[in-house]
């Protein structure tokens, strides 16, 4: 690094957003993750010892991902570069590439490579890091939100370690709060700022794990708000929410929030936990999910999870998707709500599935059986010779309309694939079959 690049970097520090002017440079500084940095973990020994070897961070925003990479750029002896996935290609890489083979060929100097958003990098662009890893010209640190095992190469990945973030909690949050209203250099300190308890439990709440969201906020709310005679800024939760305007959820419409929270909508309503089902739904969609998907995986789940315990379940649930189509958002967010509460309540039963899985597993693994003569339909004369549809037995001439015949191929005659429970309708239907077999 340069002169101008080190005045870049003061400047920076000193203008720049509160939550970067409020980076530490140090890991006692550090605040949060300390599953990977208590003093005893192989993470922080590795920084302190500058063994720091090929790894992937992995978190969602504002978890302190790229505030490490800089603390190990502070801390080691090893040449540091940092780019974006995002702005960068092999050009680039190549350059970088080829100044870490001098270093290590004149100096005996590591270079470590600092990748942000590495998801961004396409399989070829991957592909193209790999020998350097693997030989040691490059220690290669990726920085993600979004998982490594959908979006980074296997044969990369197998080559680095993964580090799980966790979002902050709320201690965490709480301790930078006071670090940057105390902190006259970088932070706040140079203004008198009276915070309530409210205050900061909105901040807490704005944030979502995320402390560059409560840092900005906080840093908004106080220069937006006039000084009293005293010169004292009085900011309660009223001042944060007029700051903030409106909270945005931490959701990627592709990414794993947007799994994670469809999962738990779905297992609840399997589960048959209509509060926690409403509660998922509602994050779903304040977040800004697609209704029609969400209407989809509903009309999967009541065929699934329901089926015929409740055959009006599919019922209800295509209705509520059609009503996204023909209502559309935000009056449709009732009849998802009202379908969803009804699915969740509804008995269950994934017999009819079952029946589905075994029946594929059989045509997969055993022959294609022909169908059997009687089953066959005779159009034409020369079917009928043949014996199509001799001996078939037609149903609705024997009595309540039940037939003793065998309907598969004689390779399979006795087999059950569904089996119904003794839940919901499937006991009358249960009770039926039990008859038809008599």
């Avoid at 100097?109 to 070829?124: G, V, W």
């Amino acid at each position: 690094m340069d002169l101008f690049d080190q005045n870049l970097q003061q400047n920076r520090k000193q203008s720049g957003p509160l939550a970067h002017r409020l980076r530490p440079d140090t890991l006692e500084e550090f605040v949060g993750q300390e599953h990977l940095l208590a003093p005893e973990q192989p993470l922080y020994l590795a920084i302190a010892e500058d063994t720091v070897m090929s790894c992937i961070f992995w978190g969602p925003p504002g978890c302190g991902k790229t505030t490490l990479a800089r603390i190990i750029a502070h801390h080691t002896k090893a040449h540091f570069e940092h780019v974006n996935a995002s702005t960068t290609g092999v050009p680039e890489l190549r350059t970088q590439i080829a100044q870490a083979e001098e270093r290590l060929k004149f100096h005996s100097q590591r270079t470590i490579l600092f990748l942000d958003e590495i998801h961004r990098f396409n399989k070829a662009q991957q592909d193209f890091l790999l020998s350097f890893v693997e030989d040691g010209t490059l220690v290669l640190i990726g920085a993600t939100t979004e998982n490594p095992s959908f979006e980074v190469n296997a044969p990369l990945l197998s080559r680095m370690q993964v580090y799980p973030f966790q979002p902050l909690e709320s201690s965490h949050i709480r301790q930078l709060l006071d670090r940057a209203l105390t902190d006259a250099e970088h932070g706040l300190g140079k203004y008198r700022i009276a915070l309530s308890e409210d205050a900061i439990d909105a901040l807490i709440r704005v944030a979502d794990g995320d402390v560059r969201l409560a840092l900005n906020a906080l840093e908004l709310a106080v220069q937006t708000r006039k000084p009293d005679e005293e010169q004292v800024r009085h900011l309660d939760a009223e001042t944060i929410h007029n700051a903030v305007q409106k909270r945005m959820l931490r959701h990627d419409k592709s990414g794993d929030e947007h799994y994670n929270l469809i999962s738990a909508f779905i297992k609840s309503m399997r589960g048959s936990d209509p509060d926690a089902t409403v509660y998922w739904l509602a994050r779903l969609l304040e977040a800004g999910e697609d209704a029609r998907f969400i209407a989809r995986r509903m009309v999967v789940l009541a065929s699934e999870d329901i089926g015929n315990a409740d055959p009006q379940g599919l019922l209800i649930a295509d209705a509520a998707a059609r009503a996204v189509e023909f209502v559309g958002l935000p009056e449709a967010q009732l009849n998802l709500a009202h379908a969803a509460v009804y699915l969740a309540c509804a008995p269950k039963s994934n017999a009819a599935y079952l029946a589905l899985l075994a029946a594929q597993e059989d045509v997969r693994e055993k022959p294609a059986y022909p169908v059997p003569l009687h089953l066959r339909n005779a159009s034409t004369q020369l079917m009928k010779e043949l014996g199509y549809g001799t001996e078939y037995k037609y149903a609705h001439d024997f009595e309540d309309h039940i037939v003793q015949q065998d309907h598969l191929p004689d390779a399979l005659c006795g087999v059950r694939y569904y089996e119904p429970t003794d839940i919901g309708d499937e006991q009358r239907i249960r009770e039926y079959l039990d008859k038809t077999k008599k």
